[in-house]
């Protein structure tokens, strides 16, 4: 069996104080399962081939996307058959030049190991093999093939013995998937709370309501603050000042 892990990123540019990335796992018959279900509620409210993102959370139809987000939560909460992680990374922290050999790119998918490795792993049953589908991205200086061999040499490392095996690394545009397009809303709302923007008289009162609402639904006080291990809704605010080891990890 293959467990598909479907990654996004967010708050990448300058005037965040946090960036965040974030995924949604689950079996595959369970994401074909799902993405069934979403096309299904898709064509009920005639809005196939919308595609739902953070960004445009402020001016598309709240209704929607509070709908787009329930449905997604019910995956993970109740039928606890999807599970969702974020980690954000403080940009004081980070030292692109010195730990990544100034490369974005490697920086990016570094941090994105880290997330898979501690926070979505450990939920996939051991013997299964895994599939991660990052968002489309320009790949300047960085190979995704470094990313599946760091997640392998990873796993091996962590659990001593081969528990899961990533069998492929590809990227997948969100605006052609829906668990895509969950990780992208979700993960814009964990960077959205890590940034404080909830807080902000001037940001969007949508956004603000639909953080909130999926905080609600996770059953967390806000989006921002760490969940214990093991959660299925998973936020991991990462101290890169605990160790060199955790800013760099190994590739290869």
Not at 126 to 135: F, K, L, Q, S
Request: aromatic share 10%; net charge neutral.
């Amino acid at each position: 069996m293959v467990w598909e892990i479907n990654c996004d990123e967010t708050c990448i540019e300058d005037e965040h104080d946090f960036m965040a990335v974030g995924g949604v796992a689950a079996a595959r018959e369970t994401m074909v399962s799902l993405n069934a279900g979403i096309d299904r509620w898709r064509e009920k409210n005639s809005i196939e081939g919308k595609e739902f993102k953070w960004k445009s959370a402020a001016r598309g139809k709240q209704s929607a996307y509070r709908e787009f987000a329930q449905g997604g939560m019910n995956w993970i909460m109740q039928k606890r058959l999807v599970v969702f992680a974020a980690a954000g990374f403080e940009n004081e922290q980070i030292d692109t030049e010195r730990y990544h050999d100034g490369n974005e790119n490697l920086q990016l998918y570094r941090f994105m190991y880290l997330m898979i490795l501690n926070k979505l792993v450990p939920h996939v049953p051991p013997g299964e093999n895994i599939a991660v589908y990052p968002d489309a991205r320009k790949m300047a200086n960085y190979s995704l093939s470094d990313l599946q061999s760091a997640l392998n040499n990873g796993i091996f490392g962590r659990h001593g013995y081969q528990r899961n095996y990533v069998v492929s690394v590809e990227p997948v545009d969100s605006k052609d998937s829906n668990p895509g397009q969950l990780a992208d809303v979700f993960a814009g709302a964990v960077g959205f709370h890590f940034n404080r923007r909830d807080e902000l008289s001037g940001s969007s009162r949508k956004k603000i309501a639909l953080a909130s609402e999926i905080a609600a639904l996770a059953g967390c006080v806000d989006l921002r603050t760490s969940t214990p291990r093991g959660a299925r809704f998973a936020i991991w605010k990462v101290d890169l000042t605990k160790s060199a080891k955790k800013n760099a990890p190994k590739p290869t």
